[in-house]
Structures are given as C-alpha cells and as structure tokens.
C-alpha cells in the first residue's frame, strides 16, 4: 500500500513525499481512512510506530475547510509532557506545510503571551498538556464548544501521571458530537474504561502487541550491587565497554537523575540530565543538545523522556528497573527506532526482584544476562578508572562470540572517541589502559544458546587493540 491509496489530499501527499516518506506504516495503512471517514478511533500504538502521522496527517486534510473563531480552537490534541506536545506541533508545521492551518501550543513553563494571542484570532489545532488547558480554561481565556475532534494521546501514561480526572473534565466541556481519536501504548483495565466512557463506535486498531518491545532492540540485564557508588561504577564499566553514541539512561526518581549525572559529568562523560523540574528553556535546549549529538549521554526521568523521538539513539540504559512495568517498554522504546538495531541494558539489585518480575511477565519472556564487559574499554580518568564491581567481573570475561565483541567493542569505542567532542577534563585527566585480561576468564551466563546479535557485529579491529 502507498499513501496515495489512504484517500489524502495531494497538499498533504506533497508534504509526506517532502519528507521522504514512501510507504505508510502499519497504523498509517489502518488508522487514515478511518480518520477522514469520522469515526472514533481507538489506537493501541507505541511512539516509534508512526502514530503521530497517523492521526495530524487526516486531521490537517479534515480541518483544512473550515474556518477558526476567537478562543474557540476546532480540534485539541492532549499530550501527557511538554516534549511530547512540542513534538506533535513540529508534526503538524512538517505535514500541514501547504495548507494554511493555525496552531497554538499550551504547554507549562512557556510564557502565555504568545499563545492567548494566536487563540485569540482563532486556532485550527490547539495541542496542550491538561493541566494548563484547564488553567487557561477557567481563566476564561478558551471556549471548547466549538472543538471538533479531539486526540488523547498516550492515555496510559496521562493515568500514570495521574492527569485522568483532569482529562475527564476537558472531555466534560467538549461539544458531545465530535470524533474522538484515543491513543495508548497499554490498554490496562482504567484504559479500556475511559476509551469506552469517550469514544462512540470507535474503530479498534492495535499494531503490535502492547506489551512487545520494538523487535530491534537487543535487551541485556546486568546485575548490579544496590550501594549507589557501586551501581554507578557498575553503570560507568558499561558504558565504557559499549560502543556507545548516543545514550538515554533512566533513572526512577528526579533526585537520581542529578546525583548520577553530575557523578557522570565528575568522571569526564560528555552528559546531560532532563527531568520534570527543570524549567522549559533549559529541558528545550538539553534535549536540542543531546539530539545534535552535542552530548553522549542523556540521564532522565520517564516523564521527561516520555516519546521522546530521538533517531540515533544507540542505547537506552535502566539505571534502575522501573517502578511501572510498562515503562520498560516505553523506554527501551527511545532505541532501535527508524529500522535501526538498538542496544538496551537494565542495572538489576537483589532489591528489583518483584519489578524485574513485572517487567518479565508484562513482556512474556526473561531478560538475557548480559556480559556487562561485551563492549570495548574506555579509559576513564586516572581516579576514576572503572572498577568493576564483582558482579560485573563475574562476567567480564566472556568466550566465544562474546569475547570477540568485546574486543570489537573496545575498537569500535576507541574510533567513536576519536571523532567524539569529549570534554577536555577527560582527555587531560590521565587515561588508564583498560586491562581486559586482567578479570578471571568466565563463561558467559544465562544467555543458553543465544547469541544475542550484538554480539555478533561486524566491527574492524584496530592494529594497535
Ligand atoms: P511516532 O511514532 O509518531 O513518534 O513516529 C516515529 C518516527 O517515524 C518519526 O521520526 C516520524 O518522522 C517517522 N515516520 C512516521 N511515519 C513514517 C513513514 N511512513 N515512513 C517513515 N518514517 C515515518
């Protein structure tokens, strides 16, 4: 199927093919036609699956006749974050370019000026977080009876964020016919309940499993002490023996995003955090950073890193297992996207056992233990040499095809280094030779006969490794 099959005006076709899309994805192919039918659609989707286009790509051909009145924007789009939010309005400026369609986006910690301004001489798309949708709500400064059409989207992390009640009460002051277009990652009992309350009929369309992480990422479980300092060594081991590029690593609480990032940012790592309380400029500039490759590692909060759609990212690490199951899915998600492979690698303590076990039955299949040494080595600073913890040297070492990545790894990580914009505190600091014989040769564990396929890249060896 091509997208001159889905029934889209030649505006928007001209917008796709200007964006170098050929072929519609699997939620594209079901979910367009239904869209510019009007019905209700009810999308069990992950970010990554092409969702957005989705459902901005009918709306900007169903909204293109028709005009906006003052404050009474003709279709609204809730987003859970402010990035996800941001994200759907660069959607809609990409495909709506050759269409003349307004668009204000409400989203907290931006100033309210502009945006009351363009709601003010009427917006086709208001895109929003619920929170300050309902603030300006109640300030008078929005009517809804005129929207239209109306997005949730990633409805299972708005009920995480305990955002729901806000939602419902949106839902309450929109005209009572309209075409409601629900969106979930998960479809959790409340889920379902809520998408049966706020849509009529709604076509069902589910394009993987929702409890499938994306098939090109290559998953490794790491075992780790739950002493902080250790955990972060364990952390730092990884990262040096990955040929990492571009790296998301979770942490659950905020407070830990900025203990390991200024930990990382002492050893000499090119590193940013992103977390909820930072204020909107600066999680806008650190993420234009990251996503420039200006910084290698990213450490972040699930709510920040929510759908974040970021191509390269090569590898996701779980500094710690998520308190929710299905954030496992969502954030080793941000890797393998686009038709890339992606790595992604979860710190487990003895502590996690019961998450770990949620994570494992959500996705219907244990987690391969990964040799935490598989990657190359990467000379930190002189104090800050990785030590690897014993869990980690228990299999540092591993054989066979195991072993060869590794070497393959360190090459790889070496040449990465080279290119890379490193801050100078690394280079100066005194690099110590990483010694890969110097852990007990031990047979990889758990992995059975697996191999899982990074072990398996074709990498070349430098002369001097
Ligand atoms: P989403 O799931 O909406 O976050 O989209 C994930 C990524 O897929 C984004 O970078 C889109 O630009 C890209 N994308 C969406 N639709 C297509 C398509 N039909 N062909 C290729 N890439 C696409």
Not at 429 to 446: I, L, M
């Amino acid at each position: 199927m091509t997208f001159d099959d889905l029934g889209l005006s030649p505006k928007v076709l001209q917008a796709i093919a200007d964006a170098g899309y050929t072929t519609p994805t699997p939620i594209q192919e079901q979910a367009i036609p239904y869209v510019l039918m009007g019905r209700d659609v009810l999308g069990c989707a992950q970010t990554g699956t092409g969702k957005t286009a989705g459902f901005t790509l009918p709306m900007i051909d169903i909204l293109a006749s028709g005009r906006a009145r003052a404050r009474m924007p003709r279709s609204l789009i809730l987003e859970p974050t402010r990035e996800l939010a941001s994200q759907v309005a660069e959607n809609f400026e990409i495909y709506g370019k050759h269409n003349k369609l307004s668009m204000a986006l409400l989203i907290g910690g931006t100033s309210f000026v502009d945006q009351e301004k363009k709601l003010d001489r009427g917006v086709d798309v208001l895109i929003a977080t619920p929170g300050r949708l309902l603030d300006l709500f109640e300030r008078g400064k929005i009517l809804l009876a005129d929207t239209k059409i109306l997005v949730i989207d990633e409805a299972d992390r708005m009920l995480d964020m305990g955002f729901i009640p806000d939602v419902e009460r949106i839902v309450g002051r929109l005209p009572k016919i309209r075409q409601t277009l629900f969106f979930s990652a998960t479809m959790p009992p409340e889920i379902r309940r809520l998408a049966d309350a706020f849509l009529m009929n709604p076509k069902e369309i589910a394009v993987s499993s929702p409890t499938s992480p994306a098939e090109t990422v290559v998953q490794g479980l790491v075992r780790a002490s739950a002493q902080p300092k250790d955990k972060r060594a364990t952390l730092r081991a990884l990262i040096d023996r990955e040929a990492v590029a571009s790296a998301l690593i979770f942490c659950n609480r905020k407070r830990d995003v900025g203990i390991l990032y200024r930990s990382l940012k002492r050893h000499g790592y090119s590193v940013a955090e992103l977390h909820g309380d930072m204020a909107q400029p600066v999680r806008t500039s650190t993420l234009k950073s990251f996503k420039d490759g200006e910084v290698e590692l990213l450490v972040c909060s699930d709510v920040a890193a929510r759908g974040l759609d970021i191509p390269k990212v090569s590898h996701v690490f779980n500094f710690d297992v998520p308190v929710h199951a299905e954030d496992y899915i969502h954030r080793i998600g941000r890797t393998g996207r686009a038709g890339r492979s992606g790595l992604a690698f979860t710190l487990t303590t003895p502590a996690d056992s019961k998450l770990l076990a949620a994570v494992t039955r959500l996705i219907g299949r244990r987690i391969d233990e990964a040799p935490a040494a598989a990657g190359g080595s990467r000379p930190g600073p002189a104090e800050a040499a990785p030590e690897l913890p014993p869990e980690v040297v228990a299999e540092a070492e591993p054989t066979g095809p195991a072993r060869r990545a590794k070497v393959n790894g360190r090459t790889k990580r070496g040449e990465a280094r080279g290119k890379a914009k490193t801050p100078k505190g690394r280079e100066t600091k005194g690099r110590r030779e990483a010694k890969p014989d110097s852990t007990p040769s031990r047979p990889t564990k758990s992995f059975g006969d697996h191999t899982p396929a990074f072990m398996l890249r074709e990498v070349k060896l430098a002369a001097s490794a």
